[in-house]
């Protein structure tokens, strides 16, 4: 079956400006996690969705950035005026549920370049 | 002090060597732990969970110490193709699947 698919794959844009990155989980999974990885860098959490509940949003780095998860499946991530120290690669993985044992499949990732 | 503390290495190792690797972990509450690998610009896949009772998949051999707090990965009879970026995970308390990542350590496979 498929796997995490993200998109777009590599993104370069100027200061200042918008960008909107996509993530389509696997099909049936109820949980969907953004994360942030810096050059050589561990991955760095930013945003939890599961199911209709509300999200966890305590690793977002600033108000800039937000995310939706629409219908329990695609989510994307927006940064609003964006610094150059955003640039990295954002990673989005999903996984069946939520008790802390269930393995987490990653997507591609996004490598995000703001000049 | 980071949640999840790795030495980044790298560690250079000849084909047919044995390898460990530690980690450890501050929160004590934490309940499950992982080792995932990422290849070079590529994504995180999940290597192995750890379990407290240790476990084993093919030469990979994990351990955990819940009262030191420390996790480790050792390979037996390294190849060329474990070259790759090791991670350090932990599943930080509070019941959901949030996982907190260590920074890596990079083991270098030569010939």
């Known amino acids: 079956g498929a796997g995490v698919s993200q998109s777009p794959s590599n993104k370069v844009t100027e200061k200042g400006k918008d960008v909107e990155l996509r993530c389509d989980p696997i099909?049936?999974?109820?949980?969907l996690y953004w994360y942030r990885q810096s050059l050589g860098q561990g991955l760095e959490f930013l945003i939890y969705?599961?199911?209709?509940?509300?999200?966890?949003k305590s690793g977002l780095p600033s108000d800039r950035f937000s995310a939706e998860r629409t219908g329990g499946s695609v989510s994307t991530l927006t940064i609003q005026r964006t610094q150059q120290e955003d640039s990295a690669v954002y990673l989005c993985?999903?996984?069946?549920?939520?008790?802390?044992?269930?393995?987490?499949?990653f997507g591609p990732g996004t490598r995000l370049l703001v000049l | 002090r980071k949640e999840v503390e790795q030495d980044p290495g790298p560690f250079n190792v000849p084909e047919g060597a044995t390898v460990a690797f530690n980690c450890t972990y501050s929160?004590?509450?934490?309940?499950?732990f992982f080792w995932y690998r990422q290849d070079c610009r590529k994504e995180p896949k999940l290597l192995m969970s750890?379990?407290?009772s240790g476990n084993e998949d093919g030469r990979f051999t994990a351990q955990l110490n819940r009262a030191s707090q420390y996790i480790s990965l050792l390979i037996r009879d390294s190849k060329l193709s474990d070259s790759a970026t090791y991670l350090c995970?932990?599943?930080?308390?509070?019941?959901?699947?949030?996982?907190?990542f260590g920074a890596g350590t990079r083991l270098a496979v030569h010939p």
């Open positions: 099909s049936g999974h109820t949980a």
């Open positions: 995970v932990v599943n930080r308390a509070g019941g959901y699947n949030k996982l907190i």
């Open positions: 969705f599961q199911g209709n509940s509300a999200p966890d």
């Open positions: 993985a999903s996984s069946l549920g939520n008790t802390g044992s269930e393995t987490q499949y």
């Open positions: 750890v379990y407290s």
């Open positions: 929160n004590s509450a934490s309940q499950s």
